[in-house]
């Protein structure tokens, strides 16, 4: 596609409930992030796939949380037993190649899915 | 610990003002440091990053090391600049990057 595609844009759900994040990314883009942004904070770091496997996790959480990219495309950021604290937008982002320190970082960024847990 | 700090949540300046949007870091190595913007209604997206010393829509930012800076600056001022803007760093051996709180410039009329 000719931009990275976040669905839904908008998402309410009980606390308690399970709910899915879809990302797609740019077609061909190998990288992978995703990022939450809490209301007043910046974005911060859950989780970076290359390709199929999760590179770093690293950002996740806690054990509620878990993400997917099965065929190096469209990821999918599950969350379980979610909790109020969850509520935030999920950012993600992909880029053409894996990052390289010194070069270009430019991610191109979705829109966003903005959770709401009531 | 690796930091962004972006000390002023809101900036509102008149169009032709000069503006500059404060960033200092924490960080002890050497730093690689971006702005992002994002427009109302718009995703986030790249303004400029330090190492291509760049100018971007009228936009420069130099790193200071010595006080451990990268404001953002722009001498004249416009209605369209109204915008949310981050700044981040990208500590090294790592693509993460760690972003501040964010400043909104409004640009009055």
């Known amino acids: 596609g000719a931009g990275v595609s976040q669905t839904p844009s908008n998402k309410v759900t009980e606390k308690g409930k399970y709910v899915e994040l879809r990302c797609d990314p740019i077609s061909g883009h190998t990288a992978l992030y995703w990022y939450r942004q809490s209301l007043g904070q910046g974005p911060e770091f859950l989780i970076y796939?290359?390709?199929?496997?999760?590179?770093?996790d690293s950002g996740l959480p806690n054990d509620r949380f878990f993400a997917v990219r099965p065929e190096g495309s469209v990821s999918t950021l599950k969350i379980q037993r979610t909790e109020r604290g969850d509520s935030a937008v999920y950012l993600c982002?992909?880029?053409?190649?894996?990052?390289?320190?010194?070069?270009?970082?430019?991610?191109?960024f979705g829109s966003g899915t903005r959770l709401t847990v009531v | 610990a690796q930091r962004v700090t972006q000390p002023e949540k809101l900036l509102s300046v008149f169009k032709g003002a000069p503006v500059e949007l404060k960033c200092n870091y924490s960080y002890s190595g050497s730093p690689e440091l971006f702005w992002y913007v994002q427009y109302s209604r718009q995703r986030l997206q790249l303004l400029l990053r330090?190492?291509s010393r760049e100018s971007i829509k009228g936009f420069t930012a130099d790193l200071n090391k010595g006080e451990t800076s990268f404001h953002l600056k722009k001498p004249f001022a416009q209605e369209e600049d109204s915008a949310m803007y981050y700044c981040?760093?990208?500590?090294?051996?790592?693509?993460?990057?760690?972003f501040g709180t964010g400043t909104r410039l409004k640009v009055l009329a």
């Open positions: 796939f290359q390709g199929t496997g999760a590179a770093d």
């Open positions: 981040a760093l990208v500590p090294a051996g790592t693509y993460k990057y760690i």
């Open positions: 330090h190492i």
């Open positions: 982002a992909s880029s053409l190649y894996p990052p390289v320190r010194g070069e270009y970082y430019g991610y191109t």
